[in-house]
């Protein structure tokens, strides 16, 4: 389960600066709110809840963070360069021949980025056996967060992942969904409801509500998996 | 591998399927790294194993993403996942996941699969797993094994176990009557001739022996087909007319002898099982010879080849 950090990772940039550091690659100084649907749940986890840093990217009991959610990265390029997993400097590049930073994150490319993702529907499988391997190796303190979107949701891999997590207690795992109603079929009832099913604990949250959201992520306290459904207003300009 | 050094007993009757169920218990006990990641197929040979090595048995249900998705996020670990179900839902209903969940991740595992290309007939179609190595053909970085003995799947097995490299291990309900050294990956030399190679993949080694007897060619042994030992072929050439008989799709590894004999006028022929959808039940027996790969179209096929221009 999540705890929150007891002092805040050290970083020379700060949340008001993620804007600038975004603008360095979209190279407009708006953004419209599906570029940063994930930001403010990005900064919070990477600035009070994960415990990982860039010297000890390798370290096996580091928290791990899968963004499965893959397309639309910039927000989570910009927290990671903020907290100093890569130099401003590759930002401006993004997308280039050259450039360590596509698209979708490849993790072989880039310090930090636990898995390559874009293909919609493979992170969670993935967290789920990241959070069976950390069990297995001892792990115990380390803990895995997997962010992936609503519209992401659809694909059946999914459903496959979160009723195994429940089925086998996986308590070290915390999904957070960013629900910007983007998926075309809605979900009538509601995500959490998919996931308390199969026995998660789950949280609704305000997925702009800085406070909000780490008492979410830091809600769960038995052997049961966690979701964090984080809701974002997809009209909302930033 | 010879049968005198085989690292277990053999048991009468015992397939290579048999061998990997009876094997996995004792190495997951020796070997703290691995994890067996299965998809309810022969969860029941592991029900009895002791407790200290129960966690490490992870039965996903019937969910092939899962499988393919947990392993290699197991990997992710430093854990090292030996990932079983039939082939059709192993390398094909899991393609994506084995495309990106293993190799784009950059991780590995291993792979091991079962009821080959038609081992069970009665299934029908769904079954089939024909395709499964052209498959990973299209991939990056897999080495595939096809063994032809029960102690040559021991040895491909054990030897994948300490890496980290993607490993395909395609186990068959059919073998050759004995093992043989298959350690170093290198095909090996079954007959020596003159007007041509034919090279004899995994179960189909004796069979293509008794096809060719009395035939002037050279007989190859392949249990590892990917890397492909392009040397051994070369180096034991005499006319470069060569005849593939694998036990998969027909004309799997074609590529690979071009490859191989780059820069020399060269025929090949492929022998396999084909594309076409038969729709047809019966027994492993009705399918060779619906696709030619039983002993009497394998020599009217290989005669046909090295005569063609007599």
């Known amino acids: 389960m999540l705890v929150r950090m007891s002092a805040p990772n050290q970083a020379s940039h700060g949340y008001d600066d993620l804007a600038a550091l975004l603008t360095l690659m979209t190279g407009d100084e708006k953004h419209d709110a599906s570029a940063t649907s994930t930001l403010d749940v990005l900064w919070v986890l990477y600035d009070r809840i994960l415990r990982v840093a860039p010297d000890r990217v390798d370290d096996p009991d580091r928290d791990r963070f899968l963004l499965s959610k893959g ?19 590759d930002l401006p590049a993004f997308g280039g021949f050259d450039s360590p930073l596509g698209y979708h994150p490849d993790r072989t490319l880039v310090p930090g980025v636990e898995i390559g993702s874009g293909s919609l529907g493979h992170g969670l499988g993935l967290a789920v056996g990241t959070a069976l391997g950390l069990r297995m190796t001892g792990r115990d303190r380390a803990a895995v967060v997997v962010l992936v979107g609503d519209a992401e949701l659809e694909e059946g891999s999914n459903a496959e992942a979160i009723q195994v997590a429940g089925r086998r207690h996986l308590g070290n795992l915390t999904t957070v969904v960013i629900d910007n109603s983007s998926a075309s079929a809605g979900w009538p009832g509601g995500i959490a409801a998919r996931f308390a099913v199969e026995g998660w604990s789950t949280r609704d949250v305000d997925g702009r509500d800085h406070d909000a959201l780490e008492r979410a992520f830091t809600a769960a306290t038995d052997d049961r998996p966690h979701v964090v459904v984080a809701h974002v207003d997809p009209e909302e300009p930033r | 591998m010879s049968a005198d050094t085989a690292t277990t007993r053999t048991v009468p009757g015992e397939n290579q399927r048999d061998r990997f169920y009876r094997l996995l218990p004792g190495l997951l006990a020796d070997q703290p790294r691995l994890v067996a990641v299965l998809a309810e197929i022969s969860v029941n040979y592991l029900e009895e194993v002791p407790p200290s090595i129960a966690d490490r048995v992870v039965n996903v249900g019937i969910r092939e993403q899962l499988l393919v998705g947990a392993a290699g996020g197991l990997a992710l670990t430093g854990m090292r996942p030996i990932v079983h179900t039939f082939a059709a839902f192993l390398v094909e209903r899991a393609w994506e996941q084995v495309k990106l969940d293993l190799g784009h991740q950059g991780v590995g595992a291993v792979l091991v699969s079962a009821g080959a290309s038609y081992d069970w007939p009665e299934g029908g179609e ?23 003995h029960p102690d040559e799947a021991e040895a491909l097995l054990r ?23 298959v350690s170093d990956g290198r095909m090996r030399v079954l007959r020596r001739g003159s007007r041509g190679t034919v090279i004899a993949v995994g179960p189909l080694a004796d069979r293509t022996l008794a096809a060719t007897e009395g035939l002037d060619v050279t007989v190859l042994y392949a249990a590892t087909v990917r890397p492909f030992d392009a040397e051994t072929l070369r180096t034991t050439l005499d006319s470069p007319d060569v005849v593939l ?18 820069g020399l006028r060269h025929r090949v022929l492929g022998l396999g099982v084909g594309r076409n959808e038969s729709r047809r039940y019966g027994v492993p027996a009705d399918h060779d010879r619906l696709h030619g790969i039983d002993e009497a179209g394998l020599r009217r096929a290989i005669t046909g080849f090295i005569t063609e221009f007599d």
């Open chain 2, 126 to 148: 769904t079954h089939f797993g024909h395709r499964d190595v052209a498959l990973l053909d299209t991939l990056d970085g897999w080495t595939v094994h096809v063994p032809g």
């Open chain 1, 71 to 89: 397309h639309g990265p910039m927000a989570y390029y910009a927290v990671l360069a903020a907290k100093h997993f890569l130099p401003v400097a």
């Open chain 2, 159 to 181: 030897a994948a176990l300490p890496g980290d490299d993607r490993v395909y291990l395609r186990l068959a309900s059919d073998s050759n009557r004995l093992p043989r050294d």
């Open chain 2, 245 to 262: 008989v694998e036990p998969y799709l027909r004309g799997t590894s074609t590529a690979e002898v071009t490859a191989a004999l780059r």
